[in-house]
């Protein structure tokens, strides 16, 4: 068999895929390996440049295959999808993992740490929880609703409503099906705050946690997501590139020498995202009515355009401030007046 210098991985969970190509770029091996033979493959194969596309399982692998002195690099999948031949196999997507990572122009995505992958796991079960206890809470507000009792929104609102409830206001078969919702919700909620202790402790003992911290509409939770999200700042050029990348820039659809700018769309980090327009949010609301200099471009932008627009623009804003910290050091300071 020729020299493998190239090899493109397709990942599974029992069947993986494998296509290497020798120096000329003429492919000299296919084939079909099960979990367990994975290792053991490559660690017969001499050094060489292994792609992959970046997926749940992609950091674990390239971490033993780069234990294993072969040099890895991960892709996103939408940037590998172009350089599928044709159809939807296994063998064409190997075949085009192999052809992708060997573009000059590819961008790759840095591989995780353990330590990495772990402050990631809390950041997104945290996520998680919340989600889940907004979706219980909704839900006993909405049956609540049902029986006539109605309440305001939030989960401090309906659990008064429910802690203020008659014993006879509602069905024994109600009570009992929404006092799980209230259970739940409860458990929920402990869980939640254990998460949330458990971020604190970190952004007390991290020193680039507490410089996010001076960004304003940066909190505790928002500097957790950047550090466990972004290991590297420096991966991205420029602040620009950051913040298209969490997705605060408009899509493009340019053709003819004119440019057309829609809406920002759901490509990129979307938990980033939320936390950055949340953020961009509050400080909408008090900044505008200050006589400082980014009070007066928010005016300026709230005068002629529309508020959520402002806000966008505003997270864009401070995401690239934030790229800035994380890249290069320092904390925010603010305008003068």
């Not at 990942?11 to 494998?18: D, E, G, N, S, Y």
């Not at 084939?31 to 033979?37: A, G, K, T």
Request: charged share 20%; with cysteine; proline share 4%.
């Amino acid at each position: 068999m020729d020299e493998i210098i190239t090899i493109g991985l397709d990942l599974a969970k029992t069947v993986f895929q494998v296509h290497g190509v020798d120096a000329p770029g003429a492919a000299v091996l296919r084939r079909r390996l099960r979990r367990s033979e994975v290792l053991k493959f490559f660690a017969r194969l001499e050094p060489c440049l292994v792609g992959m596309e970046a997926c749940g399982s992609a950091h674990y692998w390239a971490r033993e295959l780069m234990a294993l002195g072969h040099a890895v690099k991960l892709m996103p999948p939408a940037y590998v999808k172009p350089y599928v031949k044709r159809g939807k196999s296994d063998v064409a997507d190997a075949a085009a993992i192999c052809e992708a990572v060997t573009r000059p122009s590819m961008r790759f995505v840095p591989v995780k740490s353990t330590q990495a992958q772990a402050m990631r796991s809390l950041d997104k079960v945290r996520t998680t929880l919340v989600g889940q206890h907004t979706q219980t809470t909704n839900t006993l507000r909405s049956l609540l609703a049902e029986f006539g009792v109605i309440a305001p929104q939030g989960a401090a609102a309906v659990r008064k409503a429910w802690a203020g409830l008659a014993e006879d206001a509602l069905p024994a078969a109600a009570r009992l099906a929404l006092g799980e919702l209230v259970s739940a919700a409860a458990g929920l909620a402990e869980q939640i705050k254990r998460l949330e202790t458990e971020i604190l402790a970190h952004n007390r003992t991290s020193e680039l946690s507490r410089r996010l911290a001076t960004v304003p509409g940066v909190g505790p939770i928002t500097a957790f997501a950047l550090i466990a999200n972004v290991p590297d700042a420096t991966a991205f050029r420029s602040g620009r590139h950051f913040a298209a990348w969490i997705g605060l820039t408009p899509r493009q659809h340019s053709s003819g020498g004119q440019e057309r700018l829609g809406h920002i769309s759901k490509m990129g980090n979307q938990d980033l995202r939320r936390l950055f327009v949340l953020g961009a949010t509050s400080i909408l609301r008090r900044a505008a009515k200050h006589q400082t200099p980014q009070g007066q471009w928010l005016r300026t932008l709230l005068a002629r355009k529309p508020a959520r627009l402002v806000t966008v623009a505003l997270a864009n804003k401070l995401a690239r401030i934030v790229w800035a910290l994380m890249a290069r050091g320092g904390v925010y300071r603010a305008a003068a007046a």
